[in-house]
DNA sequence: AATAATAACAACCGCCGGCTG
DNA sequence: TCAGCCGGCGGTTGTTATTAT
């Protein structure tokens, strides 16, 4: 049994407070971001390595991108969800400035219940055929106007298991104008036995790392 | 104005794979 | 070859802020 990485009971856990980051900030303009096992100690914290690590590169790294994401990084992260699951650190190093934890966030909070509300099961991104049924007859005017709705999803027949129609956002070629910062071209070339972005199985978690790392390298 | 509910975000936990001695 | 360390990742929890009642 491994120890915890924390186990000393002086070791400091909760908010950091200004002086930590300070120090923090201090020591890796100094020195680089190097072993971070050490440097807690180095930099006088009382904190273990790994909490070091997550607070520079979620809250003090310089490049870090703060504040509301804007719509083409909202599009990203949906497209990118398809095609990768819950890969949050590969979504988020498509996003310039955006980490792992604020894209994370940012699906847990706010986009998984958009797509919840619209009917799209958040983890695959099928359109139930129940909800078809009533988007189709009630609000599919809507949805066309609406950009917000999940600009690339596939509308799915539970019943039949088949892919009744896809649509991908109209407003995706003035995002990838737009946004120059952005790498919003997703023409990626799938290799052939994985194209059903809308599989079911294998999920992410029922591959092995190995196996997803080399699937991802050779889509990315 | 007080309280409850909800949203947003920061941080921790535990697991895994790579590296090294 | 293998055990242990370390960094990285994703899931989850805790805290704070905001909104609704």
């Known amino acids: 049994m491994r120890k915890p990485c924390c186990h000393k009971e002086s070791t400091n856990k909760g908010a950091w407070s200004k002086q930590e980051d300070q120090k923090l900030i201090d020591y890796i303009q100094v020195h680089g971001e190097g072993c971070w096992s050490s440097i807690p100690k180095a930099a006088g914290l009382y904190r273990c390595g790994k909490s070091c690590r ?6 003090l790294r310089p490049d870090i991108k703060r504040g509301v994401f804007g719509q083409d990084e909202e599009d990203l992260i949906i497209k990118l ?9 590969l979504i988020a190093g498509r996003l310039p400035g955006r980490t792992d934890n604020e894209v994370k966030n940012y699906w847990n909070s706010h986009i998984k219940r958009k797509l919840i509300n619209m009917g799209i099961d958040p983890n695959n991104h099928k359109l ?9 007859a009630s609000s599919s005017v809507s949805m066309k106007n609406d ?6 999803f596939k509308c799915y027949d539970a019943v039949n298991d088949e892919v009744l129609f896809s649509t991908c956002s109209d ?3 003035t995002t990838m104008v737009s946004s120059s910062n952005l790498n919003l071209d997703l023409t990626i070339a799938l290799p052939s ?21 080399e699937t991802i390298h050779a889509w990315l």
């Open 81 to 89: 969800h398809a095609l990768l699951g819950n890969r949050w650190s």
């Open 193 to 213: 036995p994985r194209v059903d972005i809308v599989e079911d199985k294998p999920t992410p978690n029922s591959e092995s790392r190995t196996e997803r790392k």
């Open 147 to 152: 950009h917000r709705v999940s600009p690339y």
């Open 54 to 59: 997550l607070r520079w590169l979620n809250y």
């Open 171 to 173: 407003k995706k070629e």
């Open 128 to 136: 139930h055929v129940h909800q078809i049924h009533a988007t189709s």
